[in-house]
């Protein structure tokens, strides 16, 4: 069985990959005629990536059966990262030889560059399916969350997010003192709120940075959705595809 | 190899002050006045009227910091021989007085030459025997010229073990054929070989840490354009740390432990008490002084989180952590870890290893095993000499173990 897809911005495939990096070092995509799909826990049971990119996304996709295909997430973004502004990329693999190939082809297609790539042996796993319900949602701007995290770090590891009606808060408390930054519904940082009361959870900084800041350069707005001391899905909207993660919650006090 | 930095809040504030004979003013330490150096009044007398010196190294070696890159480098001989090996081996000095320790140490005369730490890929002669004596693992017969007579400046450092006289070399004649183990050869003749592969590879190969260090501070391995002298004290971190790396890779990969264990050992006036928590790997160091008062210093690495120096503990943090991913490893599971390092009044500043070795000491007994947390606290309070609160408080690794909730709790495993 073998795998084929042709999609014409190398350097795009490479900023979806580091955000799946955010959370894992070694994956399993599910290759089907339809799509490719990630879901992985990071091994501390913490968080939870669900990447997907349906073929519409390619110029060609060729998939002649479902298969899996098991690489290390650091060692792909290594030869991802050589790809240059314009380059074109096609990806190959042959469930036989377990082989995955990277070619890099530039604007004109006059160099070609190909990266093989020895994939590992896929272990069976029970992987979490992410099949929650949220009280709250909110369609948020990511820079503006991405402030909001940086900014608590300067005091604490952990913020508190609260989704009211009329607004996202971010509330960090440390010895040193409280940072926090509201972001009110209908101004330009707050798209859309829907709930009808206010939830909130807290959540490790370290876990919000390091999705957030790749996932940004993906997408301008993301989703919120919570419950109160739940954990939290954060969905970055992106063409022809998904990239949602989970976060389990700090529960302060118990 | 990442540049390590060179001292963390706590080396600095509380290890370097602390000889309580000369205050750690070292410039005070005199010969006729030190208890320490009692023992070793007849022999270093005799050092100090000469200017040859014929001794067995353990074999040891000192690169200093002063000056980097200029540094100062030679080796370290008593002028004794006999089987010296012993001085070169922290694994076996917790069995031993500290005032023996520290004569033996003190017993231990420096030679030493200025040379650009770039020199070591290409070193002129007396460079070139002094790597000689560096590769040896049995003590070696050395004799060592000096320029004067040598004179006692004892050197103690935050992380290395001290060592007594020194002088300015102007030969060195190593007098009986080094004994080079057959890794040691390979590693150092393979000059496209990155140091840190090398390091790991020595220490797989049961090379000791001593001999490593000696290895990398003498600039004999890493790939050719990157040999260099590196200064005794960061290359002890280097290794902790770069064999740490190495564990902890495997380690992570490992079941998690399925009990609550405590672990706990004292020697010299120094403790170390483990608590391990079924859990991912997480790491935290929190060092007590009580000496006139209680500071605290405490550094952690936790998941997801990139490394970064442990700006408090410093070297302590690398040489804490690798006796517990040995003993991990060893047993094949993976934890959550806190250790508490405590040192009381009586310690003389004799160098990082006796965290090292004390850790081991403790993790090779039996543990107290415990189904509940606060029953695991409860035993590690029993060993420590601070109240309970006062580690517990800080910790943020038995925070995160209470609070943090895992997402299995609430997303249902099952195929996708």
């Known amino acids: 069985m073998s795998f084929r897809m042709r999609l014409p911005s190398a350097d795009y495939f490479s900023d979806l990959v580091k955000a799946i990096h955010a959370i894992v070092d070694e994956g399993t995509f599910q290759i089907t005629s339809e799509s490719i799909r990630l879901v992985a826990m990071d091994p501390a049971h913490i968080s939870l990536v669900d990447f997907e990119l349906s073929n519409s996304a390619a110029e060609e996709y060729e998939c002649s059966g479902e298969m899996k295909m098991t690489v290390s997430i650091s060692e792909l973004m290594k030869f991802l990262k050589r790809a240059k502004k314009g380059e074109s990329l096609i990806l190959t693999y042959n469930d036989e030889t377990k082989k995955l190939s990277i070619t890099l082809i530039d604007a004109t297609g006059s160099r070609e560059r190909t990266f093989t790539l020895n994939t590992l042996e896929t272990v069976e796993t029970r992987t979490a399916t992410p099949n929650l319900t949220f009280d709250a949602k909110a369609r948020v701007n990511t820079d503006a969350v991405k402030d909001a995290v940086k900014d608590s770090s300067l005091v604490s590891d952990y913020v508190k997010i609260t989704i009211a009606p009329e607004e996202v808060i971010f509330l960090a408390k440390g010895e040193l003192g409280t940072v926090q930054t509201k972001l009110t519904k209908m101004g330009a940082t707050v798209y859309d709120i829907e709930t009808d009361k206010e939830v909130w959870a807290h959540f490790s900084i370290s876990y919000l940075d390091k999705i957030v800041r790749p996932a940004s350069e993906l997408s301008d707005e993301m989703v919120m959705e919570l419950s109160t001391n739940k954990p939290i899905r954060l969905g970055f909207p992106i063409p022809s595809g998904k990239l949602e993660y989970l976060i389990a919650p700090r529960i302060e006090g118990e | ?416």
């Open chain 2, 1 to 416: 190899m990442r540049q390590v930095r060179l001292y963390g809040r706590g080396e600095a504030e509380a290890e370097r002050s602390v000889c309580p004979v000369c205050r750690g003013d070292y410039k005070l330490c005199r010969l006729d006045v030190c208890p320490y150096l009692r023992h070793l009044r007849d022999l270093l007398g005799r050092v100090e009227s000469s200017r040859v010196l014929f001794g067995s190294s353990p074999p040891s070696s000192l690169v200093g910091s002063w000056g980097y890159p200029r540094v100062y480098v030679g080796p370290l001989t008593p002028p004794i021989t006999e089987d010296t090996s012993i001085m070169e081996s922290p694994e076996l000095w917790l069995d031993i007085p500290l005032e023996r320790i520290l004569s033996m140490r003190l017993s231990l005369v420096r030679g030493k030459v200025r040379a650009d730490v770039r020199e070591a890929r290409d070193p002129g002669r007396m460079l070139q025997s002094i790597q000689e004596l560096g590769m040896a693992y049995t003590p070696t017969d050395v004799e060592l010229w000096f320029s004067r007579e040598p004179r006692i400046m004892p050197g103690f450092m935050v992380r290395s073990a001290p060592w007594g006289p020194s002088a300015s070399l102007e030969k060195t004649i190593v007098a009986s054929n080094p004994l080079v183990p057959r890794p040691v050869e390979k590693a150092v003749s393979d000059t496209d070989l990155k140091a840190s592969k090398a390091i790991i590879e020595l220490y797989r190969s049961g090379i000791s840490l001593s001999q490593i260090v000696r290895l990398l501070s003498l600039g004999l391995i890493g790939t050719r354009r990157w040999r260099r002298l590196v200064p005794t004290e960061w290359s002890i971190t280097a290794v902790d740390d770069q064999i740490g790396r190495w564990l902890r890779g495997r380690v992570r990969e490992k079941r998690w432990i399925s009990s609550y264990q405590v672990y706990s050992h004292e020697a010299h006036h120094n403790k170390v008490s483990i608590l391990m928590l079924p859990g991912p790997w997480m790491f935290e160091v929190i060092e007590i002084w009580h000496k006139g008062g209680v500071k605290i210093y405490r550094d952690h690495e936790l998941p997801g989180e990139p490394d970064r120096y442990p700006e408090e503990v410093g070297g302590a943090f690398h040489a804490l952590r690798l006796p517990v991913l040995e003993h991990l490893y060893r047993v094949g599971r993976q934890a959550s870890v806190v250790v508490v390092a405590e040192v009381r009044e009586g310690w003389i500043p004799l160098g990082v290893w006796r965290f090292r070795e004390i850790c081991r000491r403790a993790l090779g007994r039996p543990a107290g095993s415990y189904s509940e947390l606060d029953e695991a606290l409860e035993a590690l309070g029993r060993h420590t000499w601070a109240p309970r609160t006062l580690w517990e408080r800080n910790s943020v690794v038995l925070r995160l173990a209470r609070t943090q909730a895992k997402l299995t709790r609430f997303v249902g495993l099952g195929k996708v």
